[in-house]
């Protein structure tokens, strides 16, 4: 008499997928981990370095709020706010980390559409950055045209607009929702140039991120017809 056929479980091949599936999950935390504590290059910034030489200090409220009352664009260069915020930023760490991780600078790229603040720290003689990226959008409500400036910068997928690209941790490019680890150290940079905020982001009608550049204008768009043009 034959004897019965005995049933074989798949229980080994889903146990190889699965141990598969957390070795390559390991494998991308580990290298994430790595180009996360990898500072990002910041020779390739205007005003790092000697190279740029020392620009003709101005003092940005002035020359904004001059900006304001002749009605005329001004162009600031990612060099000028950089060694600008280098003569005027007093950073320093604060809370639990404070004596033990510095924070030496401030920094701002300025890439085509978008900006990215840059926070460099040190800890233990070794340099870790942070940035956040910023875009600028005109939009209208109203009250009429306004300037809304959004912690992002383009989809961090190619072919989805969500999530957008928040920042970098080191070389690593994340999405939006990891900026609430460090949001609250940016939130409170604003408070510390409430004039020239003020002045370069409510009183102008329109600003514009070039390659360098910072492009701010406070005359309103008109049409061929001479009258205000909505956004």
């Keep these: 008499m034959a004897e019965p056929s005995k049933f074989k479980s798949g229980g080994g091949c889903f146990s190889k997928l699965l141990l598969l599936i957390l070795l390559a999950a390991a494998v991308g935390l580990g290298a994430a981990i790595f180009y996360a504590i990898q500072p990002q290059d910041l020779t390739d910034l205007g005003g790092h370095g000697p190279a ?45 980390l404070e004596g033990k991780v510095t924070l030496d600078r401030v920094w701002v790229r300025l890439e085509e559409e978008r900006a990215e603040v840059i926070m460099e720290r040190h800890f233990l003689g070794k340099s870790f950055t942070v940035s956040m990226y910023l875009q600028v959008e005109q939009v209208e409500d109203l009250k009429g045209p306004l300037l809304n400036i959004t912690p992002s910068g383009g989809p961090y997928l190619k072919d989805y607009p969500y999530p957008p690209r928040g920042g970098r941790f080191g070389k690593l490019v994340v999405p939006m929702g990891f900026l609430h680890l460090v949001m609250p150290a940016y939130q409170k940079l604003p408070a510390l140039f409430p004039g020239e905020i003020t002045l370069a982001f409510t009183k102008m009608a329109r600003i514009r991120i070039e390659k360098g550049n910072l492009v701010l204008d406070p005359r309103e768009l008109l049409g061929q017809e001479g009258m205000p043009k909505t956004f």
Excluded: C
């Design 52 to 96: 740029t030489g020392i620009l003709p200090e101005r003092d940005l409220k002035v020359v904004l709020q001059n900006a304001i009352d002749r009605g005329y664009p001004v162009t600031l260069s990612e060099a000028e706010i950089n060694q600008w915020l280098g003569r005027t930023l007093a950073t320093k760490q604060a809370g639990f």
